[in-house]
């Protein structure tokens, strides 16, 4: 039999069907969807069109050969959070979905720093008071588009929206509503309170379940229309980035997933929430899938989209024809000979500094260019910077939470050895890769497993599917260098802060 995992995101869907035994892939799709930009600092997206992608990528996985043969048990999704899509009571969508990017909601900040200081907000919901989240929105339509506001029955997370268009109930998991800013993580419920001061019904909030917990069979109409056999059950998934924590295997304190995509993110399990200290390095925190643990995230934007910045402006022509998946970073390395440490300096700030140091207008620099500079060591320069950042980050919270190696790297610099051996030369640690490609959907897989019954636990479905390369070992006279350069990178930023904030 199989599990389907389904990964939204805010550019595509990726649906992945696994084998329950092995965790081998039996059949894959993926759907784009391009988003809006109506004005300068606006992104939209129709919802629409992600649940057109939704419905073309799961019938090509249902048509599948392999499919057909271990037909689907169970499935769950993986979902892009900080966005919600507003729906009357007939669950028609009111307008397009303001995307996590689009800058709009400073306005209303006030609203919520009237009632709870941030340091609260922050105790409670392991987040920083950011614009971008669900409960800002809600206040955004309300003093922006008041019609919108009066008519909306619900607002939904991509993953309620799609299930209540399957005909499921619109529920979402601890995970997801913890990216709300309106859950307390720790009493583990709406904050009743706040949204009571703020005139927001409870009504209008998804209702939330634990990730793992069956939330109904598909519809046979669902069935039919996905091309799925037999009524497969619908599981509670995660937030996309715990369901690639999943998928990569963290069970316990201390275990570390990098995901090198576009941005770099890192994941940290803890066993209590993360105290004070989180805040002021830009970390969020929540609930994990497991009992008892919680999931440290820091988001650095500054990964694979520097990689493809410096391949699109200084690659040599073969190269930039040889970049065929422009999604995987791993395409995007151009061809260099450099394999040796360099003694530049690189601050990876091309989209501003989200952590550790949280200045959005902090830009990037390049420190100790001579006439003799190649653009191999240009290259290198770059990659040292991004694994120097996540230094940073990581020793910061290892004062919280000691790291348990190896360190496990998904995403498409995980594909390039060289990388995973300059992280482990910076980090001074064993690194290994996670085998599966899409850690998100396998996640979610997993999690559906847990559902459907036949995983006891997400630990027992993580040992039997979750599969890691041999682990890399630092290079000892590397890291010796390396260290001495990252006790001047570390005060690269302090030392530039002003003029970059000037540029």
């Not at 959907?441 to 039997?464: D, H, K, W």
Request: proline residues 7%; charged residues 20%; negative net charge.
């Amino acid at each position: 039999m199989s599990l389907l995992g389904i990964d939204v995101g805010t550019s595509a869907i990726k649906v992945v069907a696994f084998d329950e035994d092995t965790g081998a892939t039996l059949a894959s799709a993926r759907a784009e969807y391009l988003s809006d930009y109506p004005a300068p600092g606006r992104m939209e997206l129709d919802p629409d069109r992600v649940w057109a992608g939704f419905v073309d990528a799961v019938r090509f996985v249902g048509a599948s050969d392999a499919v057909h043969r271990d037909p689907v048990t169970a499935l769950a999704l993986s979902v892009s959070c900080d966005e919600v899509v507003p729906v009357d009571r007939a669950g028609r969508t009111l307008g397009p979905c303001i995307m996590a990017p689009d800058t709009r909601g400073a306005d209303v900040m006030a609203k919520i720093t009237d009632r709870i200081s941030m340091a609260d907000l922050y105790r409670r919901s392991g987040l920083p008071l950011l614009p971008l989240y669900p409960l800002a929105r809600i206040l955004w339509y309300r003093k922006h588009q008041p019609e919108t506001a009066r008519a909306a029955a619900r607002y939904l997370g991509w993953g309620e929206f799609i299930l209540t268009r399957l005909g499921l109930p619109a529920v979402t998991d601890e995970t997801t509503a913890g990216r709300w800013l309106a859950y307390d993580v720790v009493a583990q419920g709406w904050m009743i309170d706040l949204l009571g001061q703020l005139s927001i019904t409870p009504a209008v909030l998804p209702a939330v379940a634990v990730a793992g917990k069956v939330i109904g069979a598909l519809p046979d109409e669902a069935s039919t229309m996905l091309g799925l056999r037999g009524k497969p059950v619908v599981v509670a998934g995660a937030f996309d980035q715990i369901c690639a924590a999943v998928g990569a295997g963290l069970r316990a304190p201390g275990d570390v997933v990098v995901g090198t995509g576009t941005w770099e993110n890192t994941t940290l399990l803890a066993a209590q929430p993360l105290g004070d200290v989180g805040l002021a390095r830009g970390a969020t925190w929540g609930r994990y899938v497991s009992p008892g643990l919680y999931a440290v995230l820091v988001m650095n934007a500054n990964g694979g989209s520097v990689v493809r910045w410096f391949a699109d402006l200084f690659a040599d022509p073969h190269t930039r024809t040889a970049m065929a998946d422009r999604h995987d970073p791993s395409n995007l390395l151009p061809i260099v000979p450099q394999e040796q440490p360099t003694r530049l300096l690189f601050l990876p700030h091309l989209q501003g500094s989200h952590a550790p140091w949280r200045d959005p207008d902090s830009k990037g620099a390049l420190v100790g260019l001579t006439l003799a500079t190649t653009r191999g060591e240009v290259f290198r320069a770059l990659l040292e910077g991004i694994t120097y950042e996540l230094r940073l980050n990581l020793e910061g919270l290892a004062r919280e939470v000691p790291i348990r190696p190896p360190i496990r790297n998904t995403g498409g610099g995980a594909l390039s050895k060289a990388w995973v051996q300059l992280k482990a030369d910076v980090l001074g640690v064993p690194v290994c890769s996670v085998e599966a490609r899409e850690t998100g959907c396998l996640g979610a897989a997993i999690l559906a497993g847990v559902g459907s019954g036949a995983y006891p636990s997400v630990v027992a479905g993580q040992v039997r599917v979750c599969v890691t390369t041999a682990q890399v070992d630092p290079d000892p006279d590397r890291h010796r260098f390396y260290d001495d350069q990252f006790a001047l990178y570390r005060e690269l930023y302090p030392t530039l802060r002003a003029t970059l904030g000037a540029i």
